[in-house]
């Protein structure tokens, strides 16, 4: 007599919740919104991808008892602290940095480039290591880890901070083989090919094929692996971003009949990777503007895309089991 034994319902599978989103570029609410994940979407493990800092030190001038402050093109005057208050929050809401500064002091500081960029490196590492008490503080009573790497636009010295003060809970796995559950291991890489803006972490495509296999060493089997990779791969839908016209400065986007011209700026290093070992998911970011998922083989590719700026955190659900993505969400609030 032959049985057929009725085939397990993968849902009923024990399965991870992975939580991701990056570029969060130094943003107040979008890093506040990003840690209370845990606890909204009962996400398993949490993971934020590089661009954690801002990129800009905005100057708060006082002068006879008053205040003002030119944020994206726009003077806004504060004439009291209440107002003052107002400015501030909005420059943290946008990811920037503020100092409060005399008109004269202003002046100094504009012949002063190695001061300003003194002032610049100080505040973001004040707002980073708040962010990393705050994430820490928020998980310390759930069943959740916090990965957060750095990307293309972080410097060293944000690095070695995410390094030298990760905790329990928070963690900075870069360089590393991690578990973010008993049998998917995940494998962070945080530059990018070279970009129009020469930041500080990207580098030509030979030598990030170099850092990738070296990152990867040791992995023999990938089909649970996931790459936690800021840079996209090339051509791949995920990477389209206007073509800049680098003639310029700052360099301006390439328009043909009023449209911009869009083109693939993610990494042949990183496709190639992908192409070679195919793991399971890989986490990506970078670009912006091209959030979406699609698939290179049998590996499933996932740019949440990111709109700091706004205040919104972009983000996606993953839920993962054996050798499998089993479902996914895009988020965004």
């Not at 991701?20 to 606890?39: I, L, Q």
């Not at 972490?201 to 990152?215: C, M, N, P, S, Y």
């Not at 791969?233 to 301006?252: E, G, H, I, M, V």
Request: hydrophobic fraction near 35%.
């Amino acid at each position: 007599m032959f049985f057929f034994k009725k085939k397990g319902d993968k849902k009923k599978q024990k399965f991870t919740k992975i939580f991701f989103a990056t570029d969060v570029h130094g943003s107040e609410p979008t890093f506040g919104k990003f840690v209370n994940t845990a606890s909204f979407y009962k996400a398993d493990v949490l993971i934020l991808g590089g661009d954690v800092t801002g990129k800009l030190l905005i100057p708060v001038i006082t002068e006879n008892g008053q205040y003002r402050a030119t944020i994206m093109g726009q003077v806004r005057h504060a004439k009291n602290d209440e107002e003052l208050k107002k400015i501030k929050t909005l420059i943290d809401y946008m990811g920037f940095y503020h100092i409060t500064v005399t008109a004269g002091e202003f002046e100094e500081l504009k012949q002063n480039p190695k001061e300003v960029d003194r002032l610049f490196k100080e505040r973001s590492h004040e707002r980073l290591l708040r962010w990393i008490k705050k994430a820490d503080d928020k998980l310390k009573d759930l069943p959740v880890k916090c990965y957060i790497t750095g990307g293309n636009d972080d410097d060293e010295e944000d690095i070695a901070l995410l390094e030298k003060y990760q905790t329990d809970k928070v963690v900075y796995p870069e360089g590393k083989v991690v578990m973010i559950d008993e049998i998917h291991p995940m494998i962070s890489f945080g530059f990018s090919n070279p970009t129009p803006w020469d930041t500080p972490r990207e580098v030509g495509e030979d030598e990030l094929a170099l850092k990738i296999e070296q990152t990867i060493k040791g992995i023999d089997d990938f089909s649970n692996v996931i790459f936690n990779f800021h840079c996209p791969p090339k051509d791949c839908t995920l990477d389209l971003a206007p073509k800049l016209d680098t003639s310029y400065d700052p360099p301006r986007p390439v328009t043909t009949a009023g449209e911009a011209v869009m083109v693939g700026c993610g990494s042949s290093a990183v496709r190639e990777a992908i192409e070679k070992y195919q793991p399971l998911l890989v986490l990506t970011g970078h670009i912006h503007e091209s959030r979406g998922v699609m698939k290179i083989g049998r590996t499933t590719v996932a740019n949440p895309g990111s709109e700091y700026g706004e205040g919104v955190l972009r983000g996606i659900i993953v839920n993962v089991i054996d050798k499998e993505v089993l479902s996914y969400q895009m988020t965004s609030g």
